[in-house]
């Protein structure tokens, strides 16, 4: 009886309004993720490129069985 409770909750997911499942992201909101994490906390580029607003385009993505990969490509 206990063991039937524990496993209804691994089994749960909870769900916004949207119907999409709390806490998983599809490919494309990864890709936006990852564009926006890079806006906002910019890498070392040098000292030429300090305050030089960035552009930021994804080269590559692929989906694997529990995680995303996106590669990014920069310029000024």
């Known amino acids: 009886m206990l063991e039937d409770e ?3 909750d691994e089994e ?3 769900f916004i309004l949207e119907g999409e499942v709390i806490g998983y992201i599809s ?3 990864a890709q936006v993720l ?3 994490t890079a806006r906002e906390e910019p890498g070392a580029y040098g000292s030429r490129y300090l305050s030089v607003p960035m552009a930021f385009d994804v ?3 692929t989906e694997t069985e529990d995680h ?3 590669a990014m490509d920069f310029r000024p």
Request: charged share 35%.
């Open 34 to 36: 990852a564009m926006r």
């Open 27 to 29: 490919l494309g909101q």
């Open 59 to 61: 080269v590559e993505s």
């Open 12 to 14: 749960k997911f909870d």
């Open 68 to 70: 995303y990969v996106v």
């Open 6 to 8: 524990g496993k209804k």
